[in-house]
């Protein structure tokens, strides 16, 4: 079968044929390859000379070859640019691949056949998936240092404060939700077993507001202070908040309430000092 080009007729075609980097052949309408570049054959292991009057799916090897989901078929059949991504088989190797197919015309404007033009894109995609990787990487570590960030907020907004030995002070500030109020109590127990204080002054004076749910959490931070052996006292409770929770019928009999929190400090202080180990923290002061 002859060749649509006859590259020896015609040397400057053929070396810009085989200077395109991609691969190019064409096929008639029969599928029959009639014409190859080098760099087509290369990508199948072959010479150009191995490739002429060969079937198109004999030498490139994809799923859509000898199917109705052909490219080349579609192309013609549609008289239209078909482009996509496969793959190609070689060696048991998977090849992935990016293609065009369009008609082929000869001087009359009759298709004649069509001609297919595919690069490997293997570097591409896995330079892609690196920046993909890179990408999640960057991600995470953006989500870990926020998680962070907002860990070191809530303890910043959360401190547990050693006003004096003994007397511990846990200033809230700022709207409560249950995390924070979890969090802070938390920290709050910690406190009380890393230094044995048998007082602690809960001030709510930077709260704006309280809910039930707060309030909840407020009693249960008191009793969880009372099981561990700490006296637990309530201060800066606001008109607003006293309200809120009078209408909620929140029980506060069994908890000690101060205005200020240098009045909470200065109960503890009394009561501190009644007590053997209080009367030795000032003897020590003092000496």
Same mark, same amino acid.
């Given at each position: 079968?002859?060749?649509?080009?006859?590259?020896? %007729?015609?040397?400057?075609?053929?070396?810009?044929?085989?200077?395109?980097?991609?691969?190019?052949?064409?096929?008639?309408?029969?599928?029959?390859?009639?014409?190859?570049?080098?760099?087509? +054959?290369?990508?199948?292991?072959?010479?150009?000379?191995?490739?002429?009057?060969?079937?198109?799916?004999?030498?490139?090897?994809?799923?859509?070859?000898?199917?109705?989901?052909?490219?080349?078929?579609?192309?013609?059949?549609?008289?239209?640019?078909?482009?996509?991504?496969?793959?190609? &088989?070689?060696?048991? %190797?998977?090849?992935?691949?990016? &293609?065009?197919?369009?008609?082929?015309?000869?001087?009359?404007?009759?298709?004649?056949?069509?001609?297919?033009?595919?690069?490997?894109?293997?570097?591409?995609?896995?330079?892609?998936?690196?920046?993909?990787?890179? %990408?999640?990487?960057?991600?995470?570590?953006?989500?870990?240092?926020?998680?962070?960030?907002?860990?070191?907020?809530?303890?910043?907004?959360?401190?547990?404060?050693?006003?004096?030995?003994?007397?511990?002070?846990?200033?809230?500030?700022?709207?409560?939700?249950?995390?924070?109020?979890?969090? +802070?109590?938390?920290?709050?127990?910690?406190?009380?077993?890393?230094?044995?204080?048998?007082?602690?002054?809960?001030?709510?004076?930077?709260?704006?507001?309280?809910?039930?749910?707060?309030?909840?959490?407020?009693? %249960?931070?008191?009793?969880?202070?009372?099981?561990?052996?700490?006296?637990?006292?309530?201060?800066?409770?606001?008109?607003?908040?006293?309200?809120?929770?009078?209408?909620?019928?929140?029980?506060?009999?069994?908890?000690?309430?101060?205005?200020?929190?240098?009045?909470?400090?200065?109960?503890?202080?009394?009561?501190?000092?009644?007590?053997?180990?209080?009367?030795?923290?000032?003897?020590?002061?003092?000496?």
């Amino acid at each position: 079968m002859n060749r649509i080009m006859d590259f020896d %007729q015609d040397p400057f075609l053929d070396q810009v044929i085989n200077a395109v980097p991609s691969g190019i052949f064409v096929i008639d309408k029969e599928n029959n390859i009639l014409m190859v570049n080098k760099a087509a +054959a290369e990508m199948v292991g072959k010479s150009p000379g191995e490739c002429f009057d060969r079937k198109c799916w004999d030498i490139f090897k994809t799923p859509m070859c000898n199917t109705e989901q052909c490219t080349c078929r579609r192309a013609v059949e549609s008289n239209s640019t078909i482009r996509g991504l496969s793959i190609m &088989y070689k060696d048991g %190797q998977e090849i992935p691949i990016e &293609y065009a197919a369009r008609p082929l015309r000869n001087f009359e404007g009759n298709i004649i056949g069509c001609v297919e033009h595919f690069i490997d894109i293997s570097e591409r995609l896995e330079k892609e998936r690196i920046i993909v990787k890179q %990408q999640e990487e960057l991600l995470k570590k953006r989500e870990e240092d926020i998680r962070h960030l907002q860990e070191e907020i809530l303890e910043l907004s959360t401190p547990v404060i050693e006003v004096w030995d003994g007397v511990l002070a846990l200033p809230l500030v700022g709207t409560l939700d249950s995390h924070r109020a979890k969090l +802070a109590t938390e920290r709050l127990l910690d406190a009380i077993e890393r230094t044995r204080s048998p007082f602690v002054i809960i001030d709510i004076t930077g709260v704006p507001t309280v809910d039930e749910e707060v309030a909840n959490h407020i009693l %249960q931070t008191v009793d969880a202070v009372k099981l561990m052996g700490s006296k637990a006292i309530l201060t800066g409770i606001s008109p607003h908040i006293a309200r809120t929770m009078a209408q909620l019928g929140v029980d506060m009999s069994n908890i000690t309430v101060q205005g200020r929190m240098s009045d909470a400090l200065h109960v503890a202080l009394s009561e501190f000092v009644k007590q053997p180990s209080g009367q030795d923290t000032i003897k020590k002061l003092v000496s």
